[in-house]
Antibody
Framework: QVQLQESGPGLVKPSETLSLTCSVSGYSISNGYYWDWIRQPPGKGLEWIGNIWHSGSTYYNPSLKSRVTISVDTSKNQFSLKLRSVTAADTAVYYC??????????????WGQGTLVTVSS | DIQMTQSPSTLSASVGDRVTITCRASQSISSWLAWYQQKPGKAPKLLIY???SLDSGVPSRFSGSGSGTEFTLTISSLQPDDFATYYC????????FGQGTKVDIK
């Protein structure tokens, strides 16, 4: 059974960088699939942030691309999110998830439980 | 960017009702559409992919149809466990979610 767990600070100051890590168990990232980040502001809908292949190839939401970096560490079976220059609008529950393969890279079948990140001074 | 528009935003229904949710894409996405169910405080759950394929373990009362720009999710007979929020997602070009449809008790 694939399991994902987000970790990182729950509070980030405006203009700083939000950093989250997703630890994967039950499946080796090196074996395939894209690995995704998705967020959900409190009381609102879902927003796809981007994803990464085990080789390091990435796709990013064009609206966030200038501020986002997703990286992978196959030795630790983890992937990470960095979102720069955050504002209150970046306050959300952040989910890591397993995407698909090929043309279905953003089709998610396994999700982490989500972690709330609040941007506030 | 491809925009996804769901309707209605809220739907009040009773157990046993047939429920239909519509999702429209701003441009053709072929059949690259998924439906998810989300309950409060929980991560979404994949129900349907490629517009009409049921994910493993999903009850057969859920079905999806459509292609191009118009899609529907149908619940043939609403069960107590189905009261939740439903999202469509296109994964043809990057990814975009609809704004969600909340199904609540009438």
């Amino acid at each position: 059974q694939v399991q994902l767990q987000e970790s990182g600070p729950g509070l980030v100051k405006p203009s700083e960088t939000l950093s989250l890590t997703c630890s994967v168990s039950g499946y080796s990232i090196s074996n395939g699939y894209y690995w995704d980040w998705i967020r959900q502001p409190p009381g609102k809908g879902l927003e796809w942030i981007g994803n990464i292949w085990h080789s390091g190839s990435t796709y990013y939401n064009p609206s966030l691309k200038s501020r986002v970096t997703i990286s992978v560490d196959t030795s630790k079976n983890q992937f990470s999110l960095k979102l720069r220059s955050v504002t209150a609008a970046d306050t959300a529950v952040y989910y890591c998830a397993r995407g698909g393969e090929g043309a279905s890279s953003a089709l998610v079948d396994y999700w982490g439980q989500g972690t709330l990140v609040t941007v506030s001074s | 960017d491809i925009q996804m528009t769901q309707s209605p935003s809220t739907l009040s229904a009773s157990v046993g009702d047939r429920v239909t949710i519509t999702c429209r894409a701003s441009q053709s996405i072929s059949s690259w559409l998924a439906w998810y169910q989300q309950k409060p405080g929980k991560a979404p759950k994949l129900l349907i992919y490629k517009a009409s394929s049921l994910d493993s373990g999903v009850p057969s009362r859920f079905s999806g149809s459509g292609s191009g720009t118009e899609f529907t999710l149908t619940i043939s007979s609403l069960q107590p466990d189905d009261f939740a929020t439903y999202y469509c997602q296109q994964y043809n070009s990057y990814s975009t979610f609809g704004q969600g449809t909340k199904v609540d008790i009438k």
